[in-house]
């Protein structure tokens, strides 16, 4: 069994920073990837950035240059920082472990946690 522990969501100005971090208790060993998915209103579920235990990443179009994913290893805990945020960033961020760099099947999901962008 696995739990992931999110946390990092908040409210900031347009052009500001936020740091969500995912810390997974128990074994993960099913899983070769984590990242995040997002929900914005109106839009689709994206998957916003993912990570491999090989260190590949993956990022959405509209995140590429903003966002960066890194993990660490000792920690079971993945981080994204994002960068120059946007209002339509605005949303519900989920973390998540699966497989590959778009988090497939099998997966697991975590909580999720708002992101508010203003103006």
């Known amino acids: 069994q696995v739990h992931l522990v999110g946390s990092g969501g908040g409210l900031v100005q347009a052009g500001g920073s936020l740091n969500l971090s995912c810390a997974a208790v128990?074994?993960?060993?099913?899983?070769?990837?984590m990242g995040w998915y997002r929900q914005v209103a109106g839009k689709q579920r994206e998957l916003v950035a993912a990570?491999?235990?090989?260190?590949?990443?993956n990022y959405a179009d509209s995140m590429k240059g903003r966002f960066t994913i890194t993990s660490d290893n000792a920690k079971n805990t993945v981080y994204l920082q994002m960068n120059s945020l946007k209002p339509e960033d605005t949303g519900v961020y989920y973390c998540?472990?699966?497989?590959?760099?778009?988090?497939?099947?099998?997966?697991?999901w975590g909580q999720g946690t708002q992101v508010t962008v203003s103006s």
């Open positions: 990570i491999t235990t090989n260190g590949i990443t």
């Open positions: 128990g074994s993960i060993a099913s899983f070769n990837a």
């Open positions: 998540n472990a699966g497989q590959g760099r778009y988090l497939g099947c099998p997966y697991v």
